[in-house]
């Protein structure tokens, strides 16, 4: 489930587990109706979202790990900042 802010998944052992939407940003930048569009992938060890072409696995969700994509924008910015300073 995603909000504005927020995606959120719910596991079959009861753990739910919520990360910003900003991590994801292909996610965040989709329309409400390409989120909602989700299927699980490789029997359900991760979720594929195919109007937006993102794949999250299960495990990466639950240690917080952000999209590769998130992590490279801050290390650009981290970079501007350095040769700025």
């Known amino acids: 489930m995603t909000t504005a802010d927020r995606i959120t ?6 753990r739910v587990v919520s990360l910003p939407l900003k991590w994801f940003p292909r996610l965040e930048r989709a329309k409400p109706a390409q989120r909602r569009n989700w299927e699980l992938i490789g029997r359900g060890y991760g979720v594929h979202w195919p109007d937006v072409d993102e794949d999250l696995s299960a495990e990466g969700f639950l240690k917080g790990w952000p999209a590769r994509e998130y992590v490279r924008s801050l290390e650009r910015k981290e970079r501007q900042h350095e040769i700025a300073a």
């Open 9 to 14: 998944v719910s596991f079959d052992d009861g």
